[in-house]
């Protein structure tokens, strides 16, 4: 994907972009190019990136460095190019297990107790496998800066049923194409 093509390209308006907070705080400011660069993909591909709520808390108290009276992350779901997803159905046990085995993963990977994973790393798979399962989406790329969290939500939905149906995407490697 190095043109900055999408993943799953040969799938047209199937795909599901979830995103994490580090996609958007590599970009920056809004004024930052790197930014405006994400704006400018998203709208050329008519991509709408996903965030789970946690997501969006942590974006939405960062302080106002931007437009005034709005964060960054406010004036993308204004415009239209980011939504936040509704909170998962925590009673759901594909989702309970996925959340799991995402934190699982991260846990094993990077040596870190499972009680120091972060929420919204698991939340990441438990909007992934909700899409997929109410066939909101045939496919969901996960856009992260964190690699662990990336290939542990692969894993997860690998695990559960929802193979090739899901591809991570390295943020810092897709802000790179796209700038």
């Known amino acids: ?18 995103a994490d907070s580090g996609l958007f705080i590599a970009c920056g400011r809004q004024q930052n190019n790197k930014y405006t660069a994400l704006e400018r993909f998203a709208r050329r591909n008519d991509i709408t990136f996903v965030i789970p709520q946690r997501v969006y808390d942590e974006l939405g108290g960062a302080p106002d460095r931007s437009t005034p009276g709005q964060t960054p992350i406010n004036s993308a779901i204004d415009a239209g190019w980011v939504a936040v997803a509704d909170e998962p159905d925590y009673t ?77 995407k390295d943020g810092f490697e897709l802000i790179d194409e796209i700038v």
């Open 1 to 18: 994907m190095a043109d900055g093509s999408v993943p799953f390209d040969d799938v047209d308006g199937s795909v599901t972009w979830i």
């Open 92 to 168: 759901d046990s594909t989702v309970s297990r996925v959340m799991d085995d995402v934190r699982s993963y991260i846990a094993t990977s990077s040596n870190r107790d499972e009680d120091q994973i972060e929420k919204a790393d698991t939340a990441l798979g438990a909007v992934a496998v909700e899409r997929l399962s109410n066939n909101d989406a045939e496919f969901v790329a996960v856009v992260t800066t964190d690699t662990d969290a990336g290939k542990g939500v692969v894993a997860a939905l690998t695990a559960n049923g929802f193979e090739d149906r899901v591809q991570f």
